[in-house]
């Protein structure tokens, strides 16, 4: 019955996610601030927020019980490694997924009024997943799994690097946007990363913790962020543009 039940939160976690990774394209290449933008940026929002909470519930399956939630791994993997990779790290995914969305979406709504965005789950959010990434990184030391320890990384730089923002004193007019699009891109990184790397556990094995699986989508989604922080600092005339004399242009969200 617990499989059965595994196996269902696998089909709607993979078609909210495949949702997602589409819809992340519209708003990171369309224009800012269109109706389009808002419309596919509400539904990649909604779309990964379900993608991780499921992954959570996933997660918390696979440490009860690693073998029998992934029985096609029997052979290939023991039961230490299947705990850490699809409990452990799931579980750190999962939530750094959900903080990223949610941070976002508050970051939006909420724009200058950074006040707005101390709420209880926001900031709840941003311990625990910081939280989970020294669980997971102990974890993969435990079991020897370098790849654990440094997607850790990310999840404490995420929480340290939220906090600072919410709780600056007087950040940049634009400050908020630029938060905004570094939580979305990263949630859809997590998204095509999940993807890439937990789905070659099933496909091709072999190619599970293969580095190129991981950095694929790292590397894109840096460049996508560089891109955008660029284009914010242009428009609003800061950084070099201002030393340039550039006249600042309305931002648009």
Same mark, same amino acid.
């Given at each position: 019955m617990d499989l059965l039940v595994f196996r269902c939160l696998i089909a709607v976690h993979i078609v909210a996610g495949a949702t997602g990774a589409v819809a992340f394209w519209v708003p990171v290449i369309g224009r800012k601030g269109s109706v389009n933008h808002r419309k596919w940026g509400r539904l990649f929002t909604r779309t990964v927020l379900l993608t991780g909470c499921l992954a959570i519930v996933m997660s918390l399956f696979t440490l009860a019980d690693p073998m029998g939630m992934h029985p096609h791994l029997a052979g290939r993997f023991d039961a230490a490694f299947v705990r850490g990779i699809f409990g452990w790290m799931m579980l750190h995914n999962g939530i750094l997924t959900v903080n990223l969305a949610w941070y976002g979406w508050l970051c939006v709504t909420n724009r200058r009024n950074v006040v707005a965005n101390r709420t209880r789950l926001n900031l709840g959010l941003q311990y625990a997943v910081m939280v989970a990434a020294l669980v997971c990184a102990w974890q993969g030391w435990r079991i020897g799994q370098p790849l654990m320890m440094a997607i850790a990384v990310v999840g404490v730089a995420t929480g340290v690097t939220n906090?600072?923002?919410?709780?600056?004193?007087?950040?940049?007019?634009?400050?908020?946007? #630029?938060?905004?699009? #570094? *939580?979305?891109?990263? *949630?859809?990184?997590s998204v095509y990363t999940a993807f890439l790397a937990f789905g070659a556990v099933r496909l091709v094995p072999s190619l599970a913790l293969n580095p190129a699986m991981w950095a694929v989508p790292l590397v894109t989604g840096l460049i996508i962020l560089i891109w955008h922080r660029v284009q914010i600092d242009r428009q609003a005339g800061l950084g070099i543009f201002a030393r340039h004399g550039l006249r600042p242009a309305p931002v648009r969200d």
């Open positions: 906090l600072v923002f919410l709780y600056a004193r007087n950040p940049s007019p634009v400050e908020w946007l #630029k938060e905004h699009v #570094k *939580a979305l891109v990263g *949630a859809g990184i």
